[in-house]
């Protein structure tokens, strides 16, 4: 079967004197028949190229489903008197939420099967839910799309009834007031899909009716309701790249209105949490990696703010809790997670220790203020998700539960570590690596499958995995680049990789791709990369940079066509982004972005194999960028290499929903890399 050739309408786009002729700019209509049928073309092109592999790809899914505990539950928390869990059934593909009155011991009430709302709809997502103060009513919200767009249900948790109080077309966000009967949720724009208004609906009354409490008119800016962790404020977040702002108002007067808290300055962020008189806040006031202050609720603004945790140039401050006796603190160091612990007393703190050279830890679910005990959660490339409570007197540790990996998985037969690549500019960059035992040969001939993110600030965690073992037992290396743009050695790495400094990432990636080349875990014939989202972008402009380097990458949901996508302020998430990438209407960054845009940089020449992945209902990289990105390879290179594109036309930006139907995507992709490697029998 031959690949689809898409037709070409040529598209005149005209900026700063410089014209760009887009032949693919046609894709954009989602409602043009011809749009959908090309995309099934791909599909089905994908389909007949990887039909020999069909029964490797189900063997491979059910592989990867049998390491699934399927009768599995979380960890139980206690909040409002109750135990709370989730739990899944054997064969069901969505947790069942359900709680316990005070004891462990008691009788589980069930307060939401997601299995039964998803009976017959081809995606179906839970993306909140929260109860009344009086543990009776609860809200949720669901997606029936992959957009991203839910509505809010509410049900009666004594009658096991749905009220008829629906609330359509919001983001997902909501949280109660103290009143039982006021829900305070944020709605987006129907365009842009911005979260701009906060309204407040009153139980058994009409969505018509709701009050709008706020909305956001800075276009860079979208803001969230949440209540504190003491529940006794509510929240206003406005928040942009670079600038935040809150408006808080106690929860038991839901009528009232919400008051300033600091006013938004640019490149002031902060972040508020609340404990007796203070707002205890999150801030890089005159502190880049941040640092821990408070704030007197009379008068919170930034003229009396108190430093509590000084800012450190070696530490990046990620996050902190508020118990009443501690203060507990989550820092990155190095480029490793560290959790320590304060007594407010003013006696010695201590930091918990961690024994793998990689690895991620985070302080989990801890609503209880009366309590010694904190919960926190710790994995690393070897050693699965697990959940402990640790003693912060006693310093006394409890694994709560580890995730169990079905068919005798054995950590001592892996080996992780932590290697460093020079980039061009002479910076060390950290990359985090695995690989089963007796597969490794150092002689440079493993398949290796390199991963990246790097933007946004969002840290490439060393997180292990069950279905990468499908990777690892057949001899392949799997490693993870902390390149910049991340925020993996600190808020500078993130500076450093964002706006005019956004090559950065990219030649960071290949400095260390060739790393592993010369130290010997691999060579180019065998070396994979892979990336999603901001991903994908790292794989695109990577391969047009470096098309030599790779024999295969993946690129999942990519954002590929970012001077079109930066310009049109209608699409979704581009006015917010300015601060990530820039704003090609200024001639300077518009110049700085079309260098490494991929899809303004398809050229004609010999491009590694390439596998794409997309949804059609994609809030976050609308479908057409990698449609697009496909059509125009397709129409330049120079080369026979594979050129797939799979298109899910019932899903957005996640993929599929449900736990087993988002592993045959999974599937798919390693397949693609088994079938390169002819490791397919």
């Known amino acids: 079967m031959k690949p689809p050739i898409a037709k070409k309408i040529p598209e005149k786009l005209e900026i700063h004197n410089h014209e760009r002729i887009d032949n693919y700019y046609w894709m954009r209509d989602r409602d043009n028949p011809e749009v959908i049928e090309y995309l099934n073309q791909e599909n089905e092109y994908l389909k007949e190229t990887l039909k020999s592999t069909e029964e490797f790809q189900n063997s491979l899914f059910e592989e990867m489903k049998g390491r699934i505990k399927e009768d599995d539950q979380s960890v139980p928390y206690l909040k409002s008197g109750y135990f709370w869990y989730a739990r899944y059934e054997k064969g069901a593909e969505y947790p069942i939420y359900c709680r316990k009155r005070e004891s462990l011991d008691a009788t589980e009430e069930i307060i939401l099967n997601v299995n039964l709302l998803a009976e017959g709809k081809a995606y179906y997502n839970v993306g909140g839910t929260a109860t009344s103060t009086n543990q009776k009513i609860l809200a949720f919200a669901a997606d029936e799309v992959g957009r991203r767009i839910y509505t809010i249900y509410f049900k009666d948790l004594e009658t096991g009834e749905l009220l008829e109080d629906k609330i359509p077309n919001i983001t997902g966000n909501f949280t109660w007031a103290a009143d039982q009967k006021t829900l305070f949720y944020s709605k987006q724009d129907p365009e842009t899909l911005r979260s ?291 925020e993996d050695l600190g808020r500078h790495w993130y500076e450093d990789g964002k706006m005019l400094r956004k090559r950065n990432t990219f030649t960071d990636f290949i400095a260390c791709a060739e790393h592993l080349i010369s130290e010997n875990y691999t060579c180019t014939s065998h070396l994979y990369g892979m990336g999603g989202s901001a991903g994908g972008l790292l794989m695109g402009a990577v391969m047009n940079l470096r098309p030599d380097l790779f024999n295969g990458l993946i690129a999942a949901v990519p954002f590929v066509d970012v001077v079109t996508t930066m310009l049109d302020e209608s699409i979704p998430l581009t006015t917010g982004e300015f601060q990530e990438w820039g704003n090609p209407k200024n001639h300077e960054y518009y110049e700085y972005m079309l260098s490494y845009s991929p899809y303004d940089n398809v050229q004609a020449t010999s491009y590694p194999n390439l596998l794409v992945t997309s949804g059609l209902h994609d809030s976050q990289v609308q479908y057409w960028e990698p449609t697009k990105w496909v059509a125009k390879l397709r129409e330049y290179k120079t080369d026979q290499n594979l050129l797939l594109l799979h298109t899910n036309m019932d899903a957005g930006h996640g993929g599929a929903s449900g736990r087993f139907n988002a592993l045959k995507e999974l599937a798919l992709e390693y397949t693609f890399l088994f079938y390169l490697e002819n490791m397919i029998s």
């Not at 972040?271 to 009379?298: C, M, S, V």
């Not at 800012?311 to 401050?317: D, G, I, K």
């Not at 490339?381 to 402990?388: C, D, I, Y």
């Not at 991963?451 to 292990?464: N, P, R, V």
């Open 196 to 486: 701009y208004q906060i309204y407040a609906h009153l139980l058994g009354s009409e969505v018509e009716n709701d009050r709008l409490i706020f909305e956001e008119k800075d276009p860079e800016f979208n803001c969230v309701v949440q209540k504190t962790k003491s529940e006794k404020y509510l929240l206003i977040h406005s928040e942009s790249t670079i600038s935040s702002e809150i408006r808080f108002l106690e929860a038991s007067n839901p009528e009232g209105d919400f008051q300033l808290l600091q006013e938004r300055i640019p490149h002031l962020e902060y972040a508020a949490d609340h404990y007796e008189d203070h707002f205890w806040i999150r801030t890089n006031h005159e502190a880049q990696n941040f640092k821990i202050i408070k704030a007197p609720i009379k008068s919170p603004g930034l003229e009396n703010w108190e430093d509590v945790i000084p800012h450190r140039e070696t530490s990046l401050l990620e996050d902190f809790d508020l118990f009443a006796d501690f203060l507990v603190i989550q820092e990155r160091t190095n480029g490793l997670t560290n959790i320590y612990i304060k007594p407010w007393d003013n006696s010695q703190g201590h930091q918990l220790e961690f024994d793998d050279e990689t690895y991620t830890a985070w302080i989990s679910a801890n609503p209880e203020f009366n309590t010694s005990i904190l919960r926190f959660g710790y994995n690393s490339l070897v050693t699965p998700a697990s959940t402990f409570d640790y003693h912060m007197i006693t310093k006394s540790k409890t694994l709560l539960k580890q995730q169990e990996i079905v068919g005798d998985y054995d950590a001592t037969a892996y080996q992780s570590a932590r290697v460093w690549a020079k980039a061009v500019d002479g910076k060390m960059v950290p990359i985090s690596l695995v690989y089963k035992i007796d597969q490794f040969k150092a002689d440079g001939t493993n398949p290796l499958l390199l991963y990246s993110y790097g933007s946004y600030g969002y840290s490439s965690e060393a997180y292990f995995s069950s279905t990468r073992l499908s990777l690892l037992d057949r001899g392949f290396v799997f490693a993870i680049a902390h390149i910049r743009g991340g």
